[in-house]
């Protein structure tokens, strides 16, 4: 599918034109309403999603939705045990919004939910309920809509739906590559981390710090001295070395794919906290599982973060020296 022909949006029909969006819908208290994980001989890829009848009805109420608006299309959805994720296409203009659309679809879940809370009221007498902690209504929050505008999201969301319960498998069979670790102290700071902590005890560490010295040079022809510097942190990844670094330039995240075709083991620092229910993406998770991925932040997760600032580079690269200095 050529990645050029989807848009976001026409001109003048902001939310209404032609677009690919993703949609998440959650069970807010997380209890697995919809299905259960079974994991045939232990194997993650085998990994499926049994659906409840609950699980069944919010799929059905899905095609509803594309019933009453044939202008839009599922590409992909996954039900996992307590969300559903799904990309759809709106193919042309509608009348009313995709947010609208999304809005009713939601109000006929939320009709499945009290179905759901009422039959469950039936087998179950108020004293068991509330010892079960049930909290109803199910569906309190609205799904999540976050169009797909960049050339190559359609695909990687695509991929990423579609590994949901995989990925939940590995973090079910492997869990203590996943959770969030808190206070791990290097050289008297602390930071919160997911992965593997035994890295940590490696016998060496350097960092990957990409200077604008270095890429001013090649943009004007001399890029020897960058190419050398790229081709040194691989080579030293080669040996057994630790590679340190928040990987924030082009160039650095460059090594960093290297690092991950090449499955050797890396730290690397984020701006940002871990959330609730965190999983890296894409390779970084596979490295993670495998455990040849640490991932570490000096901060704590802020849900309305959305760009890293410059101050925030330079105290990233900063740490990252002072990790390899404790350590080495």
């Not at 004293?127 to 079960?132: S, V």
């Amino acid at each position: 599918m050529e990645q050029g022909k989807w848009q976001w949006q026409e001109p003048g029909t902001a939310w209404r034109g032609v677009g690919v969006y993703h949609i998440t819908l959650t069970v807010p208290s997380r209890e697995p309403l919809f299905g259960t994980l079974t994991i045939p001989e232990n194997e993650p890829s085998n990994a499926r999603i049994e659906r409840t009848n609950l699980g069944n009805a919010v799929i059905d109420e899905l095609y509803v939705m594309c019933r009453h608006y044939p202008a839009i299309r599922i590409l992909q959805f996954c039900l996992m045990p307590d969300h559903l994720h799904a990309v759809i296409h709106v193919t042309q203009v509608m009348d009313t919004s995709i947010r609208s659309v999304i809005r009713g679809y939601w109000q006929g879940v939320k009709k499945l939910g009290r179905a759901y809370t009422l039959s469950v009221a039936h087998e179950l007498n108020s004293k068991t309920i509330d010892e079960a902690g049930y909290s109803f209504p199910i569906f309190t929050e609205r799904p999540f809509i976050r169009p797909l505008s960049r050339r190559g999201q359609l695909h990687t969301m695509i991929r990423y739906v579609q590994m949901n319960p995989q990925r939940l498998a590995i973090k079910r069979l492997r869990p203590g590559y996943f959770c969030v670790q808190k206070d791990i102290e290097i050289g008297g700071r602390k930071y919160d981390g997911v992965g593997n902590v035994a890295l940590l005890m490696a016998e060496q560490f350097d960092t990957v710090h990409v200077r604008s010295t270095m890429v001013k040079a090649a943009e004007q022809g001399n890029d020897k001295e960058l190419r050398d510097y790229m081709n040194s942190r691989v080579l030293m990844a080669r040996k057994s070395v630790v590679m340190v670094s928040p990987y924030i330039s082009s160039q650095e995240k460059r090594v960093m794919q290297v690092l991950l075709e090449e499955q050797h083991p890396f730290i690397l620092l984020t701006d940002n906290g871990f959330r609730n229910y965190y999983k890296p993406a894409d390779m970084l998770f596979d490295a993670c599982a495998a455990g040849r991925l640490l991932i570490l932040s000096p901060w704590s997760y802020d849900g309305g973060k959305r760009h890293i600032r410059r101050s925030e580079c330079v105290a990233l690269n900063s740490m990252a020296e002072e990790i390899c200095k404790e350590l080495n």
